[in-house]
Each structure stands twice: as structure tokens, then as C-alpha cells.
DNA sequence: CGCATTTGACCTGCGC
DNA sequence: GCGCAGGTCAAATGCG
């Protein structure tokens, strides 16, 4: 197959995720917030632009919801600031793009996807506090459910085995939740940017279609099930693509060792209370919710929080009201802070 | 020695 | 049902 039929037949060939061929200010750090503005039909129609590194990392990007950072804060805020934030030990990266992926489509092994119905009820924005505390539960149970996975292997055998397995197999089933997941686009030639945070490497694969392998770190804080993916664009290697899954909840250690606090001081976040997590960092920033529904591109940064049914056969994508239930909470954080500062 | 990384095996979900 | 790909585990290994 020659690369032109590669293109033609690739789905993502016409992505340019951040303008590059466009757009040759690269020092001008384009966020991308990925908007879910109840527009289905549109972002349905524009599903297939997705960039194929970020769609193996998992997540859909509606191509034409993407906008410039800079464009989203109209003026009212530096972008560097935020770049900044992410700059943190490594070589000056730049932040690209933040995704939203709180319900990616269904398909990764362990965590799973919403099947039956009670988790694909979306947290409207007035759920968010069981929505995050879902969540949280989810997260636990995950990472409890994956351990009783692996248990029988090495302790019990035969029958004992076989009844955990189906157990868990209807526990899978019954509740199955995923954490909502934010990925961000950073041009640096590091490939584990340094957020903070401490993390620890459990696994390495190969991602399809990309020569770069996709790295998974589980945070090294005792009962944190915060986890994060760390690849390579593959169409340009430049790009590292961080995802983040879950929340901490726990302070950031480069915090209270006084070094998140000295990056973040030179920031006007310095008075704010600082994230936990990057794409806090971020939702700090956003409007009010409302925007968010409303989809007011030109006015707002967006958030996107697709989600793909899969059972939906026919593979049509369907956009269900995001779940902002972390979202809400950092949002009506921030906005309570932006009243009463 | 303790902790982090590497890496092959294994599990799970999905598409065909 | 089978194969593939993503995700995770855990033993082996490396490193300070």
C-alpha cells in the first residue's frame, strides 16, 4: 500500500493536531480543549479527524471543536502561565493540549466500560459529588478487582479459583466505571514529564501503528490509583502524550517539598489553591459550566468528555452529556474563588 | 538493601 | 470462537 493510499485510507490524515503545518508560531503553546458542546451531530460528523496516536491512546477529538489556548482565554489569561505549570523539572515543554476523557470509548482491558445501565448514567451537572465519590469507589475497586484477579493464580487453585473468577466477572459486570482520564500534548523530548508527583513504571507496550512505546505509571503514594499513560505521537515525535487517570487524593510531594510551590509562585495561581493534578490545573481555568453546555467556542474553553457506547453496534458515537461531576467540582471551585477571592 | 525499571506472560474486551 | 490490541502483573534485573 503506498502512503498515499495510507492517507487516503487513514482516517486522521487530514489531522493537524495543533496547526503545525499551519500555524509556525510554535511559541505560541496551542491548548486544545475539546469541546462538548451538545452539538452531537457536529462532533459525530467530525469523529473520524481524530488523530490516530491520541485515538491508540484513546480518545476521540473532534477535530472541529479544537481551538488555540491562547484563543480560548481571549486575552485574559497567559498561556505561558499554564505552560509554565507543566514546565516543572523537564526542558521546557510545551503544553499543547488538554483532552478530556473521562468516558473514552469503550475499550481498554481491566477497568472496562460501562455495561448495563447504571454507569452510563451521566452525572448531569448537578451530580457532581457522587459522581466524583463514583469515581473514587470505582478507582478502588479496580484496583482491588485486578488484584483478585491475579490472586488465585499464586494462592488457590481449581475450584476456589474458578468461583473468583466468575466472581469477579459479575462484579465486573455489574459496576464497571472508568476513571475520567485527561491527556495532554506536550512538545518535549522528554518522555516522562515530571508533574510533581511520583510515579512508577509497571508496564511498557507497544502501541500499534506507532514505533514509540506507550509507558504505564501507577502513582507511588499508598492508595492513590492514580495512573498515567505516557507516549509518543507518533506523527510527531516531538509531542509526548500524557494521560492521566484518576484523581490523587493526596498532596502533590513536589508541593510539600516547597518545589511545585516555587513554579507555581511564579504564576498569579501562586494565591490560588494549587491543583492536585494537572488537568485541575486546567479546570481551574475553566468557566462556568454553563459555557461548557452551552458551547460558546469563541468565548470559552471547552471541555470534551465523548463517549462511544460499545455496544452500539454500529459504532456510531454517541454524546451523552459529559460527565462533570469532577469537572463541576473544580469548576464551581474555581468560579467560587474567582467571586470571592 | 531497597526501590525503580524492564519485560514476558497473562487477562480482558472487542471486532470479525 | 478466534485473533488482536490494550492494559496489568510480577519476577528478574539494575541502580544508587
Known amino acids: 500500500m503506498s502512503n498515499q493510499e495510507k492517507d487516503s485510507n487513514n482516517p486522521y490524515n487530514h489531522y493537524d493536531p495543533f496547526n503545525y503545518n499551519h500555524h509556525h508560531e510554535m511559541d505560541r503553546s496551542c491548548f486544545q480543549f475539546f469541546n462538548d458542546n451538545n452539538n452531537s451531530s457536529e462532533l459525530v460528523q467530525n469523529h473520524h479527524h481524530h488523530p490516530q496516536s491520541l485515538q491508540a491512546a484513546g480518545f476521540d477529538m473532534p477535530s472541529s471543536s479544537y481551538m488555540s489556548f491562547t484563543d480560548c482565554l481571549h486575552g485574559s489569561m497567559d498561556y505561558s502561565i499554564l505552560s509554565r505549570a507543566f514546565d516543572m523539572s523537564c526542558s521546557s515543554p510545551e503544553v499543547i493540549s488538554q483532552i478530556d476523557d473521562a468516558s ?42 485486578s488484584k483478585k484477579d491475579k490472586q488465585p493464580k499464586g494462592s488457590e487453585e481449581g475450584e476456589e479459583e474458578d468461583k473468583s473468577k466468575k466472581a469477579t466477572k459479575t462484579k465486573k459486570k455489574e459496576k464497571r466505571q472508568r476513571e475520567p482520564r485527561f491527556a495532554f500534548l506536550t512538545k518535549s523530548e522528554i518522555d516522562h514529564l515530571e508533574d510533581g508527583y511520583r510515579w512508577r513504571k509497571y508496564g511498557q507496550k507497544a502501541v500499534k501503528n506507532s514505533p514509540y512505546p506507550r509507558s504505564y505509571y501507577r502513582c507511588t503514594t499508598q492508595k492513590c490509583s492514580v495512573k498515567k499513560r505516557v507516549e509518543r505521537s507518533f506523527q510527531d515525535p516531538s509531542i509526548v502524550i500524557t494521560t492521566y487517570e484518576g484523581q490523587h487524593n493526596h498532596q502533590c510531594p513536589a508541593t510539600l517539598r516547597g518545589n511545585a510551590a516555587g513554579l507555581f509562585s511564579t504564576s498569579p495561581l501562586a494565591s490560588a489553591a494549587r491543583p492536585n493534578l494537572p488537568h485541575e490545573f486546567f479546570t481551574q481555568f475553566l468557566p462556568m459550566n454553563n459555557s461548557i453546555t452551552q458551547g460558546q467556542p469563541s468565548n470559552s474553553m471547552l471541555y470534551s468528555n465523548l463517549t462511544t457506547h460499545h455496544h452500539d453496534h454500529h459504532q456510531q458515537r454517541q454524546l451523552q452529556v459529559p460527565d462533570f461531576g469532577l469537572l463541576q467540582d473544580l469548576v464551581s471551585s474555581f468560579s467560587h474563588k474567582q467571586m470571592n477571592p
Open 104 to 145: 473514552k470509548k469503550a475499550s481498554a482491558g481491566g477497568v472496562g466500560e460501562s455495561v448495563g445501565t447504571s454507569a452510563e448514567n451521566p452525572s448531569t451537572p448537578n451530580s457532581s459529588i457522587s459522581s466524583s465519590s463514583n469515581e473514587a469507589a470505582a478507582a478502588e475497586e479496580d484496583s482491588l478487582k
